[in-house]
């Protein structure tokens, strides 16, 4: 949510709890299954290439 926020997005569910309540609930009922992924990454703080790199590096390391 706060990446979310941070980009500048500016819906209306930002002001509304009953709107941020539902997504909190959205992403708590999601996390069972990111748990799951083989690999993770924090991409917070990093551009899209960036990210794009670290994820086609280990990609490409663990299908060897």
Not at 11 to 32: G, K, V, W, Y
């Amino acid at each position: 949510m706060a990446r979310v926020m941070a980009q500048g997005d500016t819906r209306p569910m930002a002001a509304s709890t009953e709107a941020m309540q539902d997504l909190r609930r959205i992403l708590e009922s999601r996390s069972p299954f990111y748990a799951k992924a083989d690999l993770h990454f924090d991409t917070s703080q990093q551009s899209q290439e960036a990210s794009f790199q670290a994820l086609k590096k280990a990609y490409l390391s663990q299908n060897q």
